[in-house]
């Protein structure tokens, strides 16, 4: 049984916009990056009509945006594709329960990389994860989201059973804004996932960094 008392604060998993061109993003992001702590930037592209991104489409965000990550000591994480995760050196992958299984992803990232899994709204699914080796579990989503269409509707109290639980870190995603982050880090959330909520706040990324800093060392020193 974990100890909720000894988890380390939480911290911020940003994601990246679903569309965006690299070298023109690339100077908000790095105002994003230096505005406070930010533990992993995770980069998840769409194509047109929601289709899947082209590889060169991550390649060449990748060749952009991972060095000024890594800069800042930024995990940077690639979302659906193990192979090219280990391709271009990332520090991990994010898969989906429609994409790879855990062991799949790991065999081609190798034991070195982190492998995150999204786990919705479902125990059942995190504890399978836990057991085929995640270096996290991703629960939501908790709000509505612009980014993407929710598969599930998750509780705060789900963050909470796992943070008593079990010693992985998990992550609360969907719809986190500066307005509603607290509630689920109070509940026990290890890593709060957002998208919009820095990239479309209305003072602008950096200052959603900032504000989202606050609230986590807040909230986690009084959970």
């Known amino acids: 049984m974990s100890d909720p008392d000894q988890r380390p604060a939480c911290r911020l998993y940003l994601i990246t916009p679903p569309r965006f061109e690299p070298r023109a993003f690339a100077d908000t992001f790095k105002a994003a990056l230096d505005a406070g702590d930010v533990a992993s930037l995770q980069l998840r592209l769409k194509g047109d009509n929601e289709a899947p991104p082209a590889a060169d489409d991550i390649r060449y965000a990748t060749e952009i945006?991972?060095?000024?990550?890594?800069?800042?000591?930024?995990?940077?994480?690639?979302?659906?594709?193990p192979d090219l995760a280990a391709e271009l050196d990332a520090d991990g992958v994010h898969v989906g329960q429609d994409d790879m299984s855990c062991r799949e992803a790991r065999k081609l990232v190798g034991p070195d990389r982190a492998v995150g899994v999204t786990c919705h709204s479902s125990r059942h699914?995190?504890?399978?994860?836990?057991?085929?080796?995640?270096d996290y579990v991703a629960f939501g989503a908790f709000?509505?989201?612009?980014?993407?269409?929710?598969?599930s509707k998750a509780e705060p109290e789900i963050l909470t059973w796992w943070a008593n639980l079990f010693v992985l870190p998990c992550v609360a995603i969907g719809g986190i804004t500066v307005a509603?982050?607290?509630?689920?880090?109070?509940?026990?959330?290890?890593?709060?996932?957002?998208?919009?909520g820095v990239w479309a706040h209305e003072d602008g990324p950096a200052a959603a960094v900032r504000k989202l800093n606050v609230i986590m060392a807040e909230e986690s020193a009084a959970r």
């Open 65 to 81: 945006l991972m060095p000024l990550a890594r800069e800042r000591d930024v995990a940077f994480i690639i979302n659906d594709r």
């Open 143 to 151: 709000y509505e989201t612009d980014t993407k269409i929710p598969i």
């Open 180 to 196: 509603n982050a607290a509630p689920l880090v109070r509940a026990g959330a290890d890593f709060l996932a957002v998208s919009s």
């Open 125 to 134: 699914l995190a504890m399978e994860a836990g057991e085929a080796g995640a």
